[in-house]
T-cell receptor, first 114, second 112 residues
Framework: GAVVSQHPSWVICKSGTSVKIECRSLDFQATTMFWYRQFPKQSLMLMAT?????????EQGVEKDKFLINHASLTLSTLTVTSAHPEDSSFYICSARYLWEKLFFGSGTQLSVL | SQQGEEDPQALSIQEGENATMNCSYKTSINNLQWYRQNSGRGLVHLILIRSNEREKHSGRLRVTLDTSKKSSSLLITASRAADTASYFCATDEGGANSKLTFGKGITLSVRP
């Protein structure tokens, strides 16, 4: 089946720094990738839809300048958390749409901002 | 916004028993999907059922869909300890820019 690789798996950073998370589709081309945020024992909240070669579509309430998304190729999307603060600490998961319907997920990135 | 609502929120059963999880949703859908998540990991796609389908099987999984009631159920038969995980239903309204909307999830614990 389709494989989505996400890294890093976890990252600890100081408040005010920026963190980049990568999401790669390894054996298929993904024109659309999705970025989610998940708090402990809660559901996934869609942050933005990343489209290859165009600007990402952000969900209501998600700061575009805070969470920069770049989808420069058909196999790579990146999420950069800029000037991270402790409230940005969360589990971030990417996914890529495969065959128009199913989503394949990366393994997630646990971000801890000190 | 939350679309799917699963129940129960948590389920604890003995190995070998069947586990039934329910999901209700609010809008018209193109398909409904069930995913599984082990703690601290990404989600794994389990099964997809389209709006014109009523029942689907995959191994020990059985999914039903009742579009008139806007509900779906996931049945795991002969559960195993390894089935312990969180299970999410997700709805897809279809269309060119469709996206999945996830429910809150059900935590399943299977006791060995």
């Amino acid at each position: 089946g389709a494989v989505v690789s996400q890294h890093p798996s976890w990252v600890i950073c100081k408040s005010g720094t920026s963190v980049k998370i990568e999401c790669r589709s390894l054996d298929f081309q993904a024109t659309t990738m999705f970025w989610y945020r998940q708090f402990p024992k809660q559901s996934l909240m869609l942050m933005a839809t990343s489209n290859e070669g165009s600007k990402a579509t952000y969900e209501q309430g998600v700061e575009k300048d805070k969470f920069l998304i770049n989808h420069a190729s058909l196999t790579l999307s990146t999420l950069t958390v800029t000037s991270a603060h402790p409230e940005d600490s969360s589990f971030y998961i990417c996914s890529a749409r495969y065959l128009w319907e199913k989503l394949f997920f990366g393994s997630g990135t646990q971000l801890s901002v000190l | 916004s939350q679309q799917g609502e699963e129940d129960p929120q948590a389920l604890s059963i003995q190995e070998g028993e069947n586990a039934t999880m329910n999901c209700s949703y609010k809008t018209s859908i193109n398909n409904l999907q069930w995913y599984r998540q082990n703690s601290g990991r990404g989600l794994v796609h389990l099964i997809l059922i389209r709006s014109n389908e009523r029942e689907k099987h995959s191994g020990r999984l059985r999914v039903t869909l009742d579009t008139s009631k806007k509900s779906s159920s996931l049945l795991i038969t002969a559960s195993r300890a390894a089935d312990t995980a969180s299970y999410f239903c997700a709805t897809d309204e279809g269309g060119a820019n469709s996206k999945l909307t996830f429910g809150k999830g059900i935590t399943l614990s299977v006791r060995p």
